[in-house]
């Protein structure tokens, strides 16, 4: 195409235009150069979350020696404007809407100026949009060129409005700033405003000789795009598609103008080509020139995202340089943490501090202690260290981490690596509860504008776009199940056009569903569906924060990257993770690790309780109790060892230094599990290991043999073969990376040696392992070995820290159990399967735990002489504060002498009768003598008598209790009703129902031998479920995964059948075992065979696969179901049917009737039914038999707490 013919779109909405713009970024730079047009513009609305995506992709795309035809990227923005940014004004107002304008980079001046802008729009002037006004932009204009905008600019908007002296003064007062670089933009999409503004427009702009420019307000690709747009924003909307979306219209505008989030009327915003411009504007050509004028102001815009160090300068005291001041801790930490300086200390240390000073890491050195050091001097729990940050001799004497590297043969080249282009990443594990002080700190010292969280991007994935686009297009969910249930239900990296089998994945795999495409070839509307949603799948839907990320700048932030606030004020980076780093910012992760909390807690406590004040680095981590008790399997609680397949390979390996421990933490993970007999076999038979080198001796002796770490990947190649430890690191991660071509290279040299080109372009010679005396054929096959361990070897400082934490926690619990399980349950107070679990621990190690108690508890769980006592915190539905009113009243004024001085004293707090129940049931006022149904049916009666007394005393009269000396009777004045006290099984039951766990005793306590000789329980299925966002820790490696065949063993306590879509009968029961529950699903093919099974109240044995993903919890497909024989099992209470009655008050033919019958049919069971009506006093009884105890919360919803009744 000549280049008279060409076009630039300089307005475009990529998918960064959350749920508004439908043009895929990865698409766009192939779609320009398929038109002939040499460049685009990125202008998305008010934000720039996409414009380090957008230029990475155009280099990229111009990188490629097979796209002969190049596309120069622009940066820009849509921003808002707003007469005053930072007004909130009242809808109606004039200053309520925010304008349109575009902005382009120029330069990166420009650039800079941009970020600016975008960035005060969201922390200064966000109302509704993120906002700027004219003075913000004439303090950041140099180097932007700006266009009037669409419809919504605030040029059209006065033309729109019929104040054409105002258009008159806009163009002037913006060409008065920007000179030659403001244009009047036009646009024609075929709707009637902009045809009603689009003559006024090419007046307004020649009286003023200002130049037109023409763009497409581009929302799409392609024109048959347009209906995947209507549906995106639809979505955003939760609106359903008109019948009516197809048909082309003008419409009629309101003289305000277009609304800005109004649907597209017509399918004319996609990328046009040259010819489809002009033929919009054909006596308009110079617009479409002037487009090819403002590519050429536009320069390169790499140097924009050029890698800079933006890390923070730290102020060292004293006046002394940052590598004076990191000097001197370093030393003063060598003497404190040595000792006597060895001389392999003092050459580790000065090479590290080389490296570290040469390129350019002492501030950050500095920076991470800082904050580390306030973290400790006031109190917070830091961890040992993570990842490869453990390697370094420096960050270990200054306290950063407390690992020391040399003893444990840990490598500073992990971590830092001249030879490698990639920064040093501390990782730092925080208490997960004061996390938040921590980056607080951090916000103080180096000031708001240089720190900030990082965005995160909620994406559309297949199964979730699928369903919202059926529901856009009105299709039936039962419709939409159809196709999500025929795909995998881990999706991982596949999209939906993988399993469609339109694409093989990385490795060259097929994932096809056959089913599924034969869905989709013969069913044209969830052809339709499926259509759109491949054009959708992977867009970013909504913002987030990034968990612990945390950005630290020498600058404000906003001179470099473009800044957003969410609705709680937190400032977040646009930019995501990889990309800030790419940029030099600092990225530190702040992260909050549950263990170090309870620790912590529990350190506390043992304090508290016996005056020690443990120091775990003060410490040798050899301790012979400590490995017992992990060599016999008791792990419980223990970090990383918990599990039941790492409890048995605790008892195989039968740990007895901290070593075994890292190597059991690397080992137990998929991949190198298939090692972990060798090890645990040569550790026991050391005298049968071979070595086909001395060198490989010398870096697997500590691992029996087996190649556990990186670091020895790394080792191996520097000794065997000859490569520097940065080229030893290259290799280790071409490994790990699997990069065949390179390595097949690398074979060679490293087998015969060669020559090898590190990252930064230096070439070293490599002698190669035949060279140091290896055979070709050993050298060829280590090599080979080392490929194949490579890809999931772990990085042995992280194990190594982890370890740390792992000891810790075990010796606690070996030396200090209550304290330590308390401490553990008062930080899972609301994880019900973990409290079960670890309660029944402690009754299984002998350690009694009480019942909550009104004169005993504590808000928390504590430890009450050889007992450990339940909180109050337990019992559900009363509230925390409430709670702490409850203790400080007994603390203030003594214990409570019995339920009404406890009404009494508690009269002001807003205790209702559901928070009493609720203390009653969980047995918190056993302690005053009453039966539990005794005290269910007079709390009414002291509440009324409460009251009656505080009104009497509020008219200055006597209560009745006044009367009464405390000593002459008292309280004992008082009648309570004669009722038989509940049975046990009613009571544990009521227990649970408030609490979420038996308290004084158990259903299946007599089996609990046997039920503890089981290898899994519930809660080892429950820990596969996804991980909750309270805490960063990683998740337990098992050996358990989504598909795992396992047997577990209990009692059903409520099942229910279900009907397939295809008319077919499956049934979900829940099997219920000592820690907690889990779902049983039988499906159709198996429901004939194992219905029996079913049966609430049977206690069975079940082996079947488990299915932990999708939406809900983990769960077991039965594949077998046996009804359980053994002795003591016989003995278990078999719960009997109950009664559930419901009291109404309108009458039985109320519609409140069949809800309740509804929700009855909804749990079969075999209890019986009951429906009252209070005002004729007509009883119904049932005939639907039902679980009263799985339906009693729905009908509590439904009813009220005081209308249901279980008896």
Known sequence: MSEEKRFVHLHLHTEYSLLDGATKISKLFARCAELGQPAVAITDHGNMYGAMSFYKEAAAYNKNPEHTFKVKPIIGCEVYTAPDRKSCPAPGDKMYKAN???????????????????????????????????????????????????????????????????ADRVVKRFKALFGDDYYVEIQDHNLRSQKTVLPYLISVARANNVKLVATNDVHYLRKKDSRSQKVLQCIAFGDNLPPDEDKETEITESAEGVDDDSYFPTKEFYLKSREEMEAVFPNLTEALDNTLEIM????????????????????????????????????????????????????????????????????????????????????????????????????????????????????????????????????????????????????????DDHVSQICTFGTMAAKAAIKDVGRVLNVPFSEMNKIT????????????????????????????????????????????????????????????????????????????????????????????????????????????????????????????????????????????????MIGEGDTHAVFQLESGGMKSFMRDLKPDCIEDIIAGISLYRPGPMQYIKTYVYNKKHPDEIKYKHPALKKNLEATYGVMVYQEQVMNICRELAGYSMGGADSIRRMMSKKKVAALAAERVTFVHGGTFTNEKGVTVNVPGAVANGMSEQDADQLFSEMMDFASYAFNKSHAAAYAYV????????????????????????????????????????????????????????????DCVRVGLAAVK????????????????????????????????????????????????????????????????????????????????QLSMFDMFDEADGGMDEFVYPVVEEYPLRDKLRMEKQVTGV?????????????????????????????????????????????????????????SEKKFSKGGKEFGIGVLEDLVGTVEVMVSPSKWQQLKNMLEPDKLVTVTGRISASGDRPAGIWATSMEEWKDAAATEAPVREAQKICCYLSGGMDSSLTNDILDIARTYPGKDTLYIKDTSSGEIYRSAVRLDARRARAEMVDLLGENNVRIA
């Not at 990782?427 to 921590?438: K, S, T, Y």
């Not at 429950?1022 to 065949?1045: I, N, R």
């Open 485 to 628: 249930k025929l795909m995998p239900k881990m999706m991982g990296k596949l999209t939906i056009e993988h399993v469609l089998g339109r694409k093989l994945d990385r490795d060259g795999v097929n994932h096809e569903v056959p089913e599924l495409r034969e869905l989709y070839e013969s069913d044209s509307v969830l052809r339709q569906v499926i259509d759109i949603a491949i054009e959708l799948e992977g867009m970013p839907r909504q913002t987030g924060l990034h968990a612990a990320g945390v950005i630290i700048c020498r600058d404000p932030i906003a001179e470099h990257a473009p800044l957003s606030m969410n609705g709680q004020g937190v400032v977040a980076c646009q930019y995501n993770m990889i990309q800030v780093e790419e940029l030099g910012l600092l990225k530190m992760d702040f992260l909050g690790l549950m263990n170090l909390t309870d620790i912590k807690k529990a350190v506390d406590l043992v304090e508290q309780d016996t005056g020690r004040k443990i120091d775990f680095y003060a410490m040798k981590y050899d301790d012979p109790e400590v490995y017992r």
């Open 998 to 1054: 038996y308290l004084t005793g158990h259903p299946l306590q007599p089996c609990a031998e046997a039920l503890s000789a089981m290898r899994y329980n519930s809660a080892d299925i429950h820990k596969l479920d996804p991980t909750d966002d309270e805490s960063d820790e990683p998740a337990e490696q098992t050996e358990l995964q989504d598909g795992s065949t396992v047997t577990l063993r209990g009692m059903i306590i409520s």
């Open 296 to 447: 050429d102001k536009c320069e390169d815009c790499s140097p924009y995202f050029k890698r800079k160090m933006l890390y923070p300068v730290y102020d060292p005291p004293g006046g002394m340089s940052s590598g004076e001041y990191l000097h001197s801790l370093m030393e003063e930490g060598l003497k404190k943490k040595y000792g006597t300086i060895t001389k392999a200390v003092r050459e580790r240390a000065d090479y590290e501090f080389k490296i570290v000073s040469e390129m350019g890491f002492v501030d950050y050195f500095l920076v991470v202690w800082d904050f580390i050091h306030y973290a400790e001097s006031v109190g917070i729990p830091v961890g040992p260290g993570r990842g490869s940050g453990a390697g370094s001799i420096i960050a270990y004497a200054i306290g950063i981490t407390k690992i020391e590297p040399l003893g444990f043969d840990l490598f500073f080249e992990r971590f830092l690596n001249p030879e490698r282009v990639s920064n040093p990443d501390f990782d730092i594990d925080f208490c997960v509860e004061r996390r938040g002080e921590v980056i607080d700190y951090v916000r103080r010292k180096y000031g």
């Open 877 to 956: 539905g009363v509230g925390s504060a409430i709670m702490e009113e409850m203790v400080a009243e007994r603390n203030a004024n003594g214990p409570y002498k019995d339920l009404y001085a406890f009404l009494s004293r508690m009269y002001n707090v807003k205790l209702n009768s559901r928070m009493i129940e609720s203390l009653i049931y969980a047995g918190a006022f056993d302690s005053f003598g009453k039966a539990r149904s005794v005290l269910i049916q007079a709390y009414p009666l002291l509440q009324d008598r409460v009251a009656a007394d505080n009104k009497a005393k509020a008219g200055g």
């Open 806 to 865: 792992a000891y810790q926690t075990a010796y606690l619990k070996c030396h200090y159990l209550k304290e330590f399980i308390v401490a553990v349950l008062n930080n899972r107070i609301n994880k019900i399967d973990e409290i079960t679990n670890y309660l029944m621990y402690l009754k299984q190690k002998d350690i009694k735990v009480l019942p909550p108690d009104i004169n005993k508890s504590i808000v928390g769980f504590s430890v009450e002489g």
């Open 100 to 166: 349109h304008l575009v902005l382009l980079c120029k330069n990166e001046k420009g650039y800079h100026n941009l970020v600016k802008l975008v960035s005060a729009g969201f922390t200064e002037g966000f109302y509704r949009k993120p906002r700027i006004d004219f003075d913000l932009l004439s303090e950041h204009s140099e180097g932007l060129i700006c266009l009037s905008a669409c419809v919504a600019g605030e040029l059209p908007q006065a033309i729109l409005a019929g104040d054409l002296e105002e």
